[in-house]
């Protein structure tokens, strides 16, 4: 698993991290949990803070066009003022605050098990989790862009076989050393297609030293 360090010393937090109880309840009885990450939100917090700005710049102009037409048709500077209060103050200023509400309360979590890869996502009107078996798993994918460089995060791609689907894991901190643990961990996996059979990976391990 590597010499470096850092690295041994990444995948130890990772070991270490305790998965919420909501993480716990998706995982039987009968499986160990291997490591957990916590998604970083930094990364959606810009989205958001981005994406509301540009909303209220258009609720704004929103809001004078609702002045002069409530000034037009109402014939009253009062209901004009009243119409651009509402659309160009409080709309938006009630949006953001719910987009920050609901972000704020947001969990995503991912984990593996000694059996599956799991991600659990808990949100102020959802709870959902999806996995993806260690053995139905195909290979792993790694990508840290520039912000990702800068928060130290990054994300991976679990490509599953056949209809098993995939899984992403999405800006979570100590990527790099769960990339390789994911890796490890299909590597010693024995794979099951489609059709039921077994076929023993042999030669994925000249890919986890990365």
């Given amino acids: 698993m590597g010499a470096d360090p850092d690295m041994r010393e990444a995948q130890q937090t990772l070991e270490e991290t305790e998965p919420s109880r909501g993480l716990k309840n998706q995982v039987p009885p009968n499986e160990e949990v291997q490591w957990v990450a916590k998604q970083d939100l930094r990364t959606a ?3 958001l ?15 004078i066009v609702a002045a002069v037409f409530a000034i037009g048709a109402l014939d009253g500077v009062l209901w004009g003022f009243l119409a651009f ?5 409080v709309a938006p200023i009630g949006w953001v605050g719910y987009k920050y ?3 704020k309360n947001t969990i995503i979590e991912y984990a593996a098990t000694d059996q599956q890869f799991v991600k659990y996502k808990e949100t102020p009107s959802t709870t959902r989790s999806e996995s993806l078996p260690v053995n139905r798993a195909k290979d ?3 990508r840290q ?3 990702d460089k800068f928060l130290d995060t990054g994300d991976i791609y679990i490509q599953g076989i056949g209809r098993a689907g995939s899984m992403r894991i999405k800006n979570i901190p100590h990527s790099e050393a769960a990339h390789r643990m994911i890796q490890q961990q299909i590597a010693n996996s024995e794979q099951v297609d489609d ?5 023993q990976r042999n030669a994925r391990q000249g890919n986890v030293a990365h």
């Fill in 195 to 199: 059709m039921g059979g077994m076929q």
């Fill in 45 to 47: 917090w810009l989205s």
């Fill in 101 to 103: 509400y609901y972000l």
């Fill in 49 to 63: 803070i981005l994406h509301k700005l540009k909303m209220v710049v258009i609720m704004f102009i929103f809001g």
């Fill in 85 to 89: 209060l509402a659309v160009g103050i």
């Fill in 145 to 147: 862009d520039r912000w």
């Fill in 140 to 142: 792993a994918s790694y």
